[in-house]
Each structure stands twice: as structure tokens, then as C-alpha cells.
């Protein structure tokens, strides 16, 4: 029963906080959000385990874990007002080569983020080859192109 | 309510959620800030609000309020001076269910069980101070209470240990 609560409550907590935390700190852009992904794992291994390292104790957390990223699943398709409570909606950050600078600052993204997508996804050169940009739930940005990408 | 084509790409779009949205984070980040003073002052186990003492008639017990599972923390028992040359700590037996010893500093010159729970028995100068430190742990959340005597002298305590 410990181990269930245990690997129930970590999942929770976790998933609370980067929730809380804003969008873009899951979206791995800085040196800094990459150490916090990979430094995230270890605090909370110990944690999980305990001092029980039987096949046991690992099979019944994993079981734990996928069962309750399942069961949220399912709720969030049987019940679609959760949906934007657990993950957010998509937010329009640039609108026909307008930035929407009040979101972005909310949001902590500036141009240059939204620039270094542009290249990255689209080879896209300036800001005014952009004609929309979305932040999505995840905390990617999508670009939407002015005119046909160019090879 | 989706946005028309000519305005924007075709997304749902609510800006009284998103609103909430970011007032939630802001709240959620306060709460962050809250948690982490709390730690650093002792709340959740080793720092100057957890630390306390209780004391009666020359003997005084040094223990922490808050601890977490798993975590070795330590009981400091004091005597201004001792009545003979045997100092007897008696754990109550609620107590050392909870908890584990792990170690005493310096160690008795006997453990046994008693009706006031485990009795451990030290060397000590007549007249003279003493100092006994119990390593303890515990494997049990919860609030735990109880109570210690040294050379008779019955003194409470309480410990909440995070899970």
C-alpha cells in the first residue's frame, strides 16, 4: 500500500509543480530547463524506491505510474472541461505579423524565442515572414508561415 | 469560440481562462516561495523552528519537532548532575515503536527492557554533568509523542514525521 501512495503522491506532486510553473519550463529551450528535467529524475528516485529495491517494490511503481497517467487520460477525454485545466489552452502570441507583447510577457517568451523557432522549424529569416505564432499547451511554439516555405 | 480564418489561425481561444490560468501560476508560485521559507526554517525538519528542548529538575531533553522519514536525527539527554554513578534513561515503549535507535553516544553499559519501556544504563561521576546523544530514526509517518525518563525525572516530547 506504501509503495502505491508513494509513487501516486510523487506523480502528483511533481506534475503539480511543473503545471504551476508555467508552459515554458517544459519546453527544454534553455541549458537551464534541460538540467532541471535531468536533475528532476534523481530527486525523486530515491524517493520512490525508499529502501526497497526488489522487483517487486519496481514492478507495482511502474504499474502505479502507468495506471495513473491512464486513468487521467481517461478522464480527460470523458470530461473535456479538464482538459484545459490540466494542460492549458493554445495562446495566439503573434497575430498576422502582430506580436502580442502583454501575452509574451506573461508567458516569459520574447522575440528571440520566437525567432529561434522560426529558423529552426521553418528557415524562416525575419520576423515579418512570420504570419502567426500559437504557443501550444506543451510549451512549443508553432509557426505559421507568411508565404509558402522556400527550399 | 474559434477565431475566424481572417484573423488568426483557427485555435479555441478563451481569454477569461486564461486569465485564471495565469492568476493560478502567480498563486502557485507564492505557494512555492511559502514552502521554500518554510524549509529553510525548520518546518519541515532540521533548521531553528524545529529544534526544542524540555526540562525539569536539573534533567533537560533536546529533540527536533519535526523530522522526515528516514532521516537520522538526534535526542540529546542532559543532567546537571548525576545522582550516582549510574545515569538510567528510560524510553517509553510507544516511542521506540516509532522509532529506531541507531546509535548512543557513549554507549550504556546495559539495554534492557523495563516496565517504563527500554532502560539504558550509563556510567556516570556523581555530582557531575552528563550528556547522552540517541541517533534515532523513524519509519513511521505521523505524529508521535512520548515520553523519557532520566534518573526518574519524566520528561514529554513530540515529533511529527513527515512521510
Same mark, same amino acid.
Request: proline fraction near 3%; glycine fraction near 10%; charge should be negative.
Given at each position: 500500500?506504501?509503495? %502505491?501512495?508513494?509513487? @501516486?503522491?510523487?506523480? #502528483?506532486?511533481?506534475?503539480l509543480c511543473f503545471r504551476l510553473a508555467g508552459r515554458r519550463t517544459m519546453a527544454e529551450m534553455t541549458t537551464f530547463d534541460f538540467v532541471l528535467l535531468l %536533475?528532476?529524475?534523481? @530527486?525523486?528516485?530515491? #524517493?520512490?524506491?525508499?529502501?526497497?529495491?526488489?522487483?517487486t517494490n519496481a514492478a507495482i511503481l511502474v504499474l502505479t505510474l502507468v495506471s495513473m497517467d491512464g486513468a487521467l487520460t481517461a478522464l480527460r477525454v470523458r470530461f473535456h472541461g479538464l482538459e484545459r485545466v490540466m494542460e492549458g489552452l493554445p495562446l495566439v502570441l503573434i497575430r498576422d505579423g502582430k506580436m502580442l507583447h502583454d501575452r509574451m510577457a506573461k508567458e516569459r517568451i520574447d522575440q528571440e524565442d520566437i525567432l529561434h523557432e522560426a529558423r529552426s522549424?521553418?528557415?524562416?529569416?525575419?520576423?515579418?515572414?512570420?504570419?502567426?505564432?500559437?504557443?501550444?499547451?506543451?510549451?512549443?511554439?508553432?509557426?505559421?508561415p507568411r508565404r509558402a516555405a522556400t527550399s | 469560440m474559434p477565431e475566424s480564418t481572417e484573423s488568426g489561425p483557427q485555435i479555441t481561444e478563451d481569454e477569461a481562462f486564461q486569465r485564471k490560468d495565469w492568476a493560478a501560476q502567480r498563486i502557485g508560485w507564492i505557494v512555492f516561495a511559502i514552502v521554500l521559507l518554510s524549509a529553510a526554517l525548520g518546518v519541515f525538519g532540521g533548521g531553528p523552528l524545529s529544534r526544542a528542548s524540555t526540562g525539569a529538575d536539573g534533567?533537560?531533553?533536546?529533540?527536533?519537532?519535526?523530522v522526515r522519514r528516514e532521516k537520522p536525527f538526534e535526542l540529546v539527554v542532559?543532567?546537571?548532575?548525576?545522582?550516582?554513578?549510574?545515569?538510567?534513561?528510560?524510553?517509553?515503549?510507544?516511542?521506540?515503536?516509532?522509532?529506531?535507535?541507531?546509535?548512543?553516544?557513549?554507549?550504556p553499559e546495559s539495554e534492557r527492557s523495563g516496565e517504563n519501556g527500554g532502560r539504558f544504563e550509563f556510567a556516570a561521576t556523581p555530582g557531575a554533568p552528563a550528556?547522552?546523544?540517541?541517533?534515532?530514526?523513524?519509519?513511521?509517518?505521523?505524529?508521535?509523542?512520548?515520553?523519557?525518563?532520566?534518573?526518574?525525572?519524566?520528561?514529554s516530547f513530540s515529533t511529527f514525521v513527515y512521510p
Open positions: 500500500m506504501d509503495m %502505491i501512495v508513494r509513487g @501516486a503522491g510523487i506523480y #502528483a506532486v511533481v506534475w %536533475i528532476c529524475g534523481e @530527486a525523486t528516485q530515491q #524517493a520512490l524506491l525508499g529502501d526497497d529495491f526488489s522487483l522549424a521553418h528557415g524562416l529569416e525575419r520576423l515579418e515572414d512570420i504570419k502567426h505564432a500559437v504557443l501550444e499547451p506543451s510549451g512549443g511554439i508553432s509557426i505559421i | 534533567a533537560q531533553v533536546q529533540y527536533e519537532r519535526f542532559r543532567l546537571d548532575a548525576a545522582k550516582s554513578e549510574t545515569v538510567a534513561v528510560e524510553i517509553a515503549s510507544r516511542v521506540l515503536r516509532a522509532v529506531s535507535v541507531e546509535g548512543i553516544t557513549p554507549a550528556m547522552l546523544k540517541f541517533r534515532l530514526q523513524s519509519s513511521n509517518p505521523g505524529l508521535h509523542a512520548g515520553t523519557i525518563r532520566v534518573d526518574g525525572v519524566p520528561l
